[in-house]
């Protein structure tokens, strides 16, 4: 696994894409770094944090061109999760899709993670 992934808005990410780079959004910048997921994690996160919301991207970041900006800390369960302590370069983006809400009202990721 080489990927981890961050939920965000439409809008959110098409302005990072203009500016060339993400910042984070409002929670993110909040905290002081960008939260991210890792495969086995993201989809609790969309559950608990975006449920019900239909304008969503998945965007797969390669953590390995992050450098030390990128901790693994525990948070939600006990579980390390990881956080960016910097901007996001969109040139360590490897994929961003869009995220389906399925019929269930969950977000479908059957076709996204790797």
């Known amino acids: 696994m080489t990927h981890i992934y961050k939920i965000v ?38 559950a608990k944090y975006f449920a019900g919301q239909t304008d969503l991207l998945l965007v797969a970041v390669d953590f390995t061109k992050l450098g030390e900006a990128l901790r693994w800390e525990v948070s939600r369960g006990g579980a390390p999760f990881p956080h960016l302590y910097a901007s996001l370069p969109l040139e360590s983006v490897a994929r961003v899709d869009l995220l389906p809400l399925g019929a269930d009202g969950r977000h479908d990721f059957s076709a996204l993670l790797e």
């Open 9 to 46: 808005s439409q809008s959110e990410w098409r302005a990072a894409e203009a500016a060339g780079v993400f910042s984070g959004a409002a929670v993110d910048l909040a905290d002081g770094f960008i939260h991210f997921s890792a495969a086995d994690q993201v989809e609790e996160t969309a």
